[in-house]
Nanobody, 124 residues
C-alpha cells in the first residue's frame, strides 16, 4: 500500500490554529482524491474534508466549514489541512486517507490508504 505519514498535530488553546501535513509516496498520488477524517474518544471515525485529484473540488463537513481548509501540492506529494478557530470539540486523532478515484466524498468506502493518525488536542 502507499504509505501516508501525518504530522503537525499538537496541543493548542481554543481559538488557535494548526496546520496538518500528510506526506505520501507512490506513483499515483496525483491521480486520486485525498481526504481527512478524525476520531474522538468513544466516537466513530468521521469525515472532515476531501480534495479532488487536482485540487479543483473540495468538500467539508458542516462542523468545520469556514474554519478548515484543505489543499494539496502534487509536486511534493503532500496534502494539508489548515485548521483555524479551533474548538475543544475538534479534539481527535486526525487521519489522512488516499482515495480510490479522482473524486471522493465523505464515506470511508471512498478511500483505500490510511495514515497512522496525528493527535490534535484543543484546550478550553
Amino acid at each position: 500500500q502507499v504509505p501516508l505519514v501525518e504530522s503537525g498535530g499538537g496541543l493548542v488553546q481554543a481559538g488557535g490554529s494548526l496546520r496538518l501535513s500528510c506526506a505520501a509516496s507512490g506513483r499515483t498520488f496525483s491521480n486520486n482524491a485525498m481526504g481527512w477524517f478524525r476520531q474522538a474518544p468513544g466516537k466513530e471515525r468521521e469525515f472532515v474534508g476531501s480534495i479532488s485529484y487536482n485540487g479543483s473540488n473540495k468538500l467539508y463537513a458542516d462542523s468545520v466549514k469556514g474554519r478548515f481548509t484543505i489543499s494539496r501540492d502534487n509536486v511534493k506529494n503532500t496534502v494539508y489541512l489548515q485548521m483555524n478557530s479551533l474548538e475543544p470539540d475538534d479534539t481527535a486523532v486526525y487521519y489522512c486517507a488516499g482515495g480510490l478515484r479522482p473524486y471522493a466524498g465523505g464515506v470511508v468506502q471512498d478511500y483505500r490508504y490510511w495514515g497512522q493518525g496525528t493527535q490534535v488536542t484543543v484546550s478550553s
